[in-house]
């Protein structure tokens, strides 16, 4: 900690400052439904450097620190409120104040912590986060009658500033703000400006800096170089964020964790679950046992490549529960979409609590909990919460297991990074994700036998076409529906009254928001031709040009 002596202003939480004062600052990025909870647990697990977020309730929060893992640096994001004694452990090398929706004279408005500036840490202030440094060390902020959002093009009035190390004097940039900085405070100069922003970036003999621009977007073509100038030359952190040192770390820390006691895990078939028990298996072998549900929902053929891949391949203690009758028996005239998904996650508690107390004494229960479910799950006074996030839901209280998260602070590309550093074959990696209540909710209206047959037959077509035309990964999903819908059809001389099958098919970087993808014809002729003549009582096939929003990406 710094000497200097920062005084907060008992009128607007203002710093007063001097030209000497020394402050740079220090960040986390982790967010949980308890941020204190969250902080000591990831001090007892993890002594690598890190940098740290600052969350004020920016959309972007989350791209920030999806840029500052692709350099291969690891980060967190934290809330405004936490203090210095919650994340002092987590060996920050830097911290990044991210932008928001406040203006920082609002009665509301979110600020940074003391501990930020008195740290000794280099800070980056983007955007709102500029604003609010600007505001508490002495300098004046204002809202502009010019606001700027988009393109603009920023010019440097300093060289061989660290931010812009390598960097031309003029780059465009992309701009989303109303408020100004109208003075700076005492330490501070300008580095750059645009057009409407005289003040566009600042800096001190402290490192730290605020920019007025979002680094983190596309839109600013140089924004990489300028976050991993702040990263390698202020901070001066190492990038040794890599899917090697990630499986070595977790795989030491799961056994300590586990030491000699049992341990589970429901696998789904997807890339999470898959990831999350191939890690611990790797460091308690037999001491793990994986149990699968088939719940007679999932697609074609995939309860057995499930099977196959972890009890042959991978050799895990394996159970397959066959459970297809009771879940269909379940779901009898049901059509309301969310009792559908009441009744299968339940149910599906019931049947992995039955084939959980076989097993005996059971000690731990393993996760594949993402870090964007722990951000979404979070308890954040200035961003609000999106979901909270259940893996296995509601298990019985009789249930007293420890959890195993090992994927808690991962993003999903970096678990698919995992699982092949991991060894398992690319076809699970890159799985495209598929809902817990499987294709229950891709059949609207009520669940049978017969229609699950329809749309697994649909469905293996359009992931067939989709294969075979090398369109597989570069869509986020891609899936038929059972629409419920009936349509006149015409086979051979006779008229025909069959199901209405629907394409989905979008891109997406998190499922947040979603587009609808721009399928070349000849694949979506290719895909109704086919359903229409190989899969039975189908007359008729639609393509949903949707975007999320306003729709979902599932239909129920």
């Not at 007679?296 to 057995?304: D, H, Q, S, T, V």
Request: glycine content about 8%; aromatic content about 8%; charged content about 25%.
């Amino acid at each position: 900690m710094s000497n200097n002596e920062i005084d907060q202003s008992k009128s607007n939480n203002r710093v007063s400052s001097s030209d000497d004062l020394e402050v740079s600052a220090y960040l986390e990025i982790s967010q949980e439904k308890s941020f204190q909870s969250q902080f000591s647990s990831i001090a007892d697990e993890s002594q690598r450097d890190s940098i740290l977020i600052i969350d004020f309730g920016s959309q972007y929060s989350r791209l920030i620190a999806r840029r500052i893992r692709e350099s291969k640096v690891y980060c967190e994001i934290i809330s405004h409120k936490s203090s210095w004694d919650d994340i002092s452990k987590l060996n920050p090398k830097g911290v990044i104040l991210s932008g928001g929706p406040s203006s920082v004279y609002d009665e509301s408005a979110p600020l940074c912590p003391l501990w930020v500036y008195e740290s000794g840490l280099p800070v980056l202030g983007i955007c709102y986060g500029m604003q609010v440094m600007v505001h508490q060390l002495g300098g004046t902020v204002s809202n502009s009658a010019k606001r700027e959002y988009g393109h603009a093009i920023l010019h440097q009035n300093a060289t061989q500033e660290k931010l812009f190390n390598g960097l031309g004097s003029s780059m465009s940039v992309w701009m989303s703000h109303g408020d100004r900085i109208d003075a700076l405070p005492p330490g501070f100069e300008s580095k750059a400006f645009t057009d409407n922003s005289p003040i566009a970036v600042i800096g001190n003999n402290a490192n730290l800096f605020g920019i007025q621009f979002h680094p983190e977007v596309a839109h600013t073509p140089q924004g990489k170089e300028i976050l991993e100038n702040f990263l390698f030359k202020a901070c001066e952190i190492l990038p040794d964020w890599t899917p090697g040192n990630f499986v070595n770390e977790t795989v030491e820390k799961i056994r300590e964790q586990v030491g000699e006691g049992k341990v589970i895990c429901a696998l789904s078939g997807g890339v999470d679950s898959a990831v999350a028990a191939t890690l611990v298996h790797k460091a308690v072998g037999d001491q793990l046992t994986c149990i699968f549900v088939n719940n007679g929902l999932m697609r074609k053929e995939e309860p057995e490549r499930v099977q196959i891949t972890f009890e042959k391949y991978m050799k895990v203690n394996f159970i397959f529960s066959e459970s297809s009758e009771r879940f269909i028996r379940k779901l009898k005239d049901v059509t309301d979409p969310e009792r559908k998904r009441k009744i299968i996650g339940e149910e599906f508690i019931n049947v992995f609590d039955e084939e959980a107390n076989r097993l005996g004494e059971v000690d731990f229960l393993t996760q594949g909990t993402l870090y964007p479910d722990v951000i979404e799950s979070s308890d954040s006074s200035v961003s609000a919460t999106i979901k909270t996030h259940h893996n296995v839901g509601g298990l019985p209280d009789h249930m007293k297991l420890k959890l195993i998260e090992p994927l808690r602070y991962l993003f999903k590309d970096e678990v698919r990074q995992v699982g092949l550093e991991l060894g398992l074959s690319e076809e699970m990696v890159f799985r495209q994700p598929f809902p817990g209540p499987g294709l229950a909710i891709r059949i609207l209206g009520e669940v049978t036998e017969e229609k699950l047959d329809i749309l697994r037959a649909a469905d293996w077509i359009v992931m067939d076409e989709i294969k075979a035309n090398n369109l597989y990964q570069e869509l986020w999903q891609t899936f038929a529906v059972l629409t419920g819908a009936k349509s006149v059809g015409v086979t051979g001389d006779f008229r025909t009254y069959g199901h209405v099958i629907a394409i989905r098919a979008v891109t997406s970087d998190d499922a947040m928001t979603a587009d609808w993808a721009r399928l070349p014809y000849d694949v979506l002729t290719r895909i109704s031709s086919r359903i229409s003549n190989e899969v039975d009582n189908v007359s008729r096939v639609v393509f949903d040009i949707t975007s999320k929003p306003p729709g979902t990406i599932e239909w129920e």
